[in-house]
């Protein structure tokens, strides 16, 4: 009897002391915050270290919640409540629902609510919880994700406000020249000419054109220009060329590294004009690998070719559509806001060089580029 309660006492005292010294891997939640704006509620939780959750709503009574796995609550937050004052949220529950898992309640009223999201933004992590009423007039609505996340221009909610468009050649440069004698260099600042005409009808936005007549400038100025304006976006406008005279469409290109054989020959197109010198390779590497704006260029890159294809399909057959490529283009190198650089057509194909002289097709370019910016803008909850 003695030796049972002393291996008992053994087992009670080692898985004490087991207890004592294994780590908590439970992140703590410190932290919950709300606030009503006028179009939205948003609830923050504060969990500070990755986790994983999920998020339901329940019935009778009316409620969403969420879930935190891997989690406690400081002592200070056990069952807290938080009166909401609006008319379709009356409050906000936060309770340790086992020993692992954080439960968050919100209870209102669904037949009040428009929709609502629930998400994740990084540094620190925290979940948020964004919900919308009926009958309000919603200018604006939260940022997307883009297909990696929320970039950090997403997560501090930045906008546009001034846009930097780049008629690429100029001057003694004139870019690629159609089998008619049409140069690259007229048609692209005619096109840009045109979109900033549409793109300055839009309230608080300011337009900026690298230039607007015929002069030279050199590719490395570009950027330098968008920079010193403090652009939100830079829009590179270019016609293109192949040897296939066969080839013909639109694509649009953003700053990245490319194994294509076709990308890397329209970017030796392109960038033949530059000053830089091999002896510079390493910083100009340097400069794209560091480019912390990839994931927002190929974003706005995505909607500007989305929108410039169906617009020419509205009113022109056979628009091919070549799709969103990452490519090392000088014009885009040193940018620090999205950059992209747009191929409008093939002057190398008898069709599209026809095309790229008919005001209608331009005009339709114009509208489609346009149309790509505002899809974009409103992708960051602006507009």
Known sequence: MFKKKSLWLFLLLFLSLFSFLSPDSRVEIYSLRHWTHPLFTRVVIDVGKL???????????????VDIYQAKLNPILHGKTYLVKNDYISQIRIAQK???TVRTVIDLDFKKIKHYRVFHLFDPFRIIIDIYPRGKNLSSSPP???????????????GIRRVV??????????????????????????????????????????????????IFLPLEDRTV?????????????????????????????????????????????????????????????NKIVQNSKIVESKELAKKIQKNLVTCLSKKFTSIKDRGVKGG?????????????????????????ESRLKNPRYLQQIAQGIYEGIK????SLGKG
């Open 51 to 65: 986790r994983e959750y999920i998020n339901n709503e329940l019935p009778s009574p009316d409620r969403i919640y």
């Open 98 to 100: 086992t020993s692992s």
């Open 144 to 158: 997307q994700p883009t297909e990696s996340g929320y970039s950090m221009i997403r997560q501090l909610g930045l």
């Open 165 to 214: 468009i780049d008629p690429g050649h100029g001057g003694s440069d004139p870019g690629c020249i159609g089998k008619r004698g049409l140069q690259e260099k007229k048609v692209v600042l005619d096109v840009s000419l045109r979109l900033k005409k549409l793109l300055s009808s839009k309230k608080d936005l300011e337009v900026i054109l690298t230039r607007e007549t015929d």
């Open 225 to 285: 220009i968008s920079n010193q304006k403090q652009a939100d976006i830079f829009i590179s406008i270019h016609a293109n060329a192949n040897p296939d005279k066969k080839r013909s469409g639109v694509e649009t290109f953003y700053l990245n590294f490319s194994q294509d054989p076709s990308v890397n020959e329209i970017a030796a197109r392109e960038n033949a004009t530059s000053t830089k010198n091999i002896g510079e390779m390493m910083e100009i590497i």
């Open 328 to 352: 090392p283009f000088w014009v885009l190198i040193g940018g620090e806001m999205p950059s992209v650089l747009v191929e409008i057509s093939y002057l190398s194909n008898i069709q599209d």
């Open 375 to 378: 899809e974009y803008i409103h």
